[in-house]
Structures are given as structure tokens and as C-alpha cells.
């Protein structure tokens, strides 16, 4: 539940924002106040009209074009929401200036992250956090760099983005979850399993702690710990729809895969676009490649922040399908954001698929470079000693024909 979560975190931080700037803003419009109303109710093109509106009444108030560009990113105009932050920001050394300017360049920074363009996303970030005022907003901001971070691949310094948040609120549960993530993706089992121990102290209904301490123990090839540890979450239950997605979730973790398919196809068609995710992991255990493609790319349409397995998974999948060139734009994706803890899976599909297509010169470079950081791999020792003389072969035959 990891990225369902912190789409809600993320959506709640920009209302957060919006509903703030009520206050000390006595002489606001009707418009404005209108346009606040309908934004907290969700209602973004009504909130987006009625901000143009104030707008076109009063273009001198900041708060206008700050709450315009957040309607527009709720809205997915991503590129007119950075044109209204820009169109109100102001390089002056006056403190409500600096205020401001702290909102804007963090919603402009935000309009990026969700657009994808995560490294100008981290410039406007590193930018309001250099703003001294509105102290207030920096763990919201450090929560988005440290989303940002995770989806180019800097999980080292994304878990430090959450460590800086930690150091001011030690039981902040949504910092520790993605730490813990980080560190797992890093390698780092031991303190990946601190934080999510701690999520489930904290907070023992937590599904998404019991989910990430399972799959930590299992790589630890700590399987009857793993199984004790879904034990736990069984035992939290709840009738919301997100609870009936845990569930599915957790049934799918204990090999109930016919309960889970039912269950996950109910989830994501109220919403849970993550369930996308598990339902291609189930097709893809059936051997069934068409359609585990078909749900893990509807996964990648929908997430900002999907993480690197599913790079992987698509690869494979395509693959067998003999889809070899689709399939290496995919683990290319992946290796390019991936720590080079998470390397070794996306690298080895990467030689198999170049071997696929009968680049054996390529495969063998490829596979090189992959003993280099593994060389510990006898398997692949022996597919090297293998596609040498498949090359070797390949020569001979072009020197004959030439």
C-alpha cells in the first residue's frame, strides 16, 4: 500500500496548502473563497474557474495565482500550473515576499514531480528549502524531494531526505515507510527491518509495515518469520475498501492466488491502481505474458513513483514473448534507476533478451561488465565461457563469407 499511501499524503499536502491560505486573508474575494470551498471538496474545475475569476478581479494577490496552480496540478495541466507560479513569483528581499515565494516553488516543484520531470522538480524544492520562513512546510517539502529522489534512482539520498524529517519527528510513520523502503532496495536489510518494526509498533494496524518487514525476511531467506509476520496482518481485518485491498494483498503473499485475482480486480476497479501491479504478478505466475504485460504497463500509467521490480517483471514477460527490443527498453528504464544493490535481476534479463535477439557480441560485453560487480556467479561464469564461443563461431563465419 506503500504508493497508495503516499498519493494521499501527496494530494492531502496540496489541499493542506490551498485551505491554509484562508487564513490572515480577511479581504480574500467571493471568488476566492468560492474557489477554496470546492477545491476541499474535491471539485477542481469548479475551484479552477472560480480562481481565474479572482484573478481577473484582483491580479495583484499572490495567494490567487498560488491556489490557481494547485488547482491546475490537481487538474493534471501541469505546464499551466508552472505558468501561474511563475507569472506570480518575485525576487525580493521582503518577508511575505519570501513567504510566497516558499509556496510557489514548492507547488511549482510539485507540478513537476507529477509531470515526471523529477530533476527540475528537485531544483525547486532545494530552492524553498532554502527559504528560512514558512519552517512549517519543510517536512511536506523534504517528503517530495525524497519522492523525487526515489524516482531517479537516489535511494541513498531519498532515505536521507526521510532521516531529516525523522530527526524532527521521530514517529513520523509515512517518513519511516519510505526509509525503509530505501534501505531495502539498498541492501541495507538490517535497518530496513528497524523501520518497519517500528512502523508496526507504532502503528499495528499498519498493513503496509507488516507487507514490507514480510518481503525484508524473505530476501533474509527468513521464510517462517515471513509467514508469522502475515500471521499479524491477518489479524488487523477491517471492512473499508482500502482494508479489503490489504487483504487481497495479503492473500496474494500467502499463495491464496484465486482469492487475491477476485479481490484485486474488485480493488483497482474502485481506484487501487497498485492492484494492477498484483494482478499482473499473478498472471505472470500463470504464465500468462500477454496479459501480466498488459497490467503492469496499466500499472506504469498510473504511478508516479512505481518502483524498480516492475522494470524487471516486464522485461521477463516480454521476453517470452520473443519480444526482445520492447523488452530491453524496459530493463534499460529500470537499470538507469536502479542502486547497484537492485541491479543484478534487470542486468541478467538484460543478457538473456540481448541473447534473444541473437546479439551474442552484446550479450557477451554486456555480460562482462555484469561478472565485474558479480563475480561470484558460477552460472554466469559458464554463459560467458558459452557466448565466447558463440562469437568466436559468428567471426569465423563473416571472415569465410567476406
Known amino acids: 500500500m506503500r504508493i497508495r499511501m503516499k ?55 499572490t495567494d490567487y495565482y498560488i491556489d490557481y496552480g494547485l488547482t491546475l496540478t490537481a487538474l493534471g495541466r501541469y505546464e499551466d500550473a508552472i505558468t501561474q507560479f511563475d507569472e506570480a513569483y518575485r525576487d525580493k528581499d521582503i518577508v511575505i515576499i ?57 535511494y541513498d ?13 521521530k514517529k513520523h510513520v509515512p517518513a519511516l515507510l519510505e526509509r525503509a523502503y530505501c534501505y531495502r532496495i539498498l541492501g541495507d536489510d538490517e535497518n530496513s527491518l528497524k523501520d518497519y518494526e517500528q512502523v508496526t509498533s507504532l502503528e499495528p494496524d499498519n498493513y503496509d509495515g507488516y507487507f514490507g518487514k514480510y518481503s525484508v525476511l ?54 487501487f491502481s497498485e492492484a494492477y501491479l498484483y494482478v499482473g504478478e499473478i498472471y505472470r505466475k500463470k504464465k500468462n505474458y500477454p496479459k501480466a504485460v498488459y497490467y503492469y504497463e496499466a500499472f506504469l500509467s498510473e504511478e508516479k513513483d512505481p518502483g524498480l521490480a516492475v522494470y524487471n517483471q516486464l522485461g521477463y514477460c516480454l521476453m517470452k514473448q520473443g519480444n526482445h527490443i520492447k523488452a530491453i527498453e524496459y530493463l534499460d528504464t529500470g537499470l538507469a534507476m536502479s542502486p547497484t544493490g537492485a541491479m543484478k535481476g534487470l542486468k541478467k534479463n538484460e543478457i538473456i533478451a540481448y541473447e534473444g535477439m541473437g546479439e551474442f557480441a552484446t550479450a557477451l560485453e554486456k555480460l562482462r561488465e555484469y561478472l565485474k560487480v558479480y563475480p561470484q556467479d558460477s552460472k554466469a561464469a559458464r554463459e560467458k565461457a558459452f557466448l565466447e564461443t558463440r562469437t568466436e563461431v559468428k567471426e569465423s563465419r563473416e571472415g569465410e563469407e567476406r
Open 98 to 154: 519570501k513567504k510566497n515565494n516558499k509556496k510557489l516553488l514548492r507547488g511549482k516543484g510539485i507540478a513537476y514531480f507529477y509531470s515526471r520531470q523529477y530533476e527540475k522538480a528537485l531544483e525547486q524544492f532545494e530552492l524553498a528549502l532554502q527559504i528560512r520562513e514558512l519552517s512549517e512546510l519543510n517536512r511536506d517539502i523534504l517528503y517530495y524531494k525524497g519522492s523525487s529522489l526515489r524516482a531517479i534512482g537516489s
Open 7 to 61: 498519493k494521499k499524503l501527496l494530494l492531502f499536502g496540496l489541499m493542506v496548502l490551498v485551505i491554509s491560505t484562508l487564513t490572515g486573508c480577511n479581504s480574500a474575494g467571493k471568488y476566492g473563497k468560492d474557489g477554496k470551498k470546492y477545491f476541499s471538496q474535491g471539485k477542481y474545475e469548479e475551484a479552477a474557474d472560480s480562481f481565474v475569476k479572482a484573478i481577473n478581479q484582483n491580479p495583484n494577490r
Open 218 to 271: 524473505l530476501e533474509c531467506g527468513r521464510e517462517t518469520d515471513g509467514v508469522e509476520t502475515l500471521e499479524q496482518a491477518a489479524a488487523i481485518g477491517g471492512e473499508t475498501l482500502e482494508d479489503r485491498f490489504n487483504q487481497a494483498k495479503l492473500h496474494y503473499y500467502q499463495g491464496d492466488i484465486e482469492t487475491a485475482l477476485t479481490e484485486l480486480e474488485e480493488s483497482y476497479s474502485e481506484g
Open 157 to 169: 539520498l531519498a532515505a536521507e531526505a526521510y532521516s531529516t524529517i525523522l530527526s524532527e519527528e
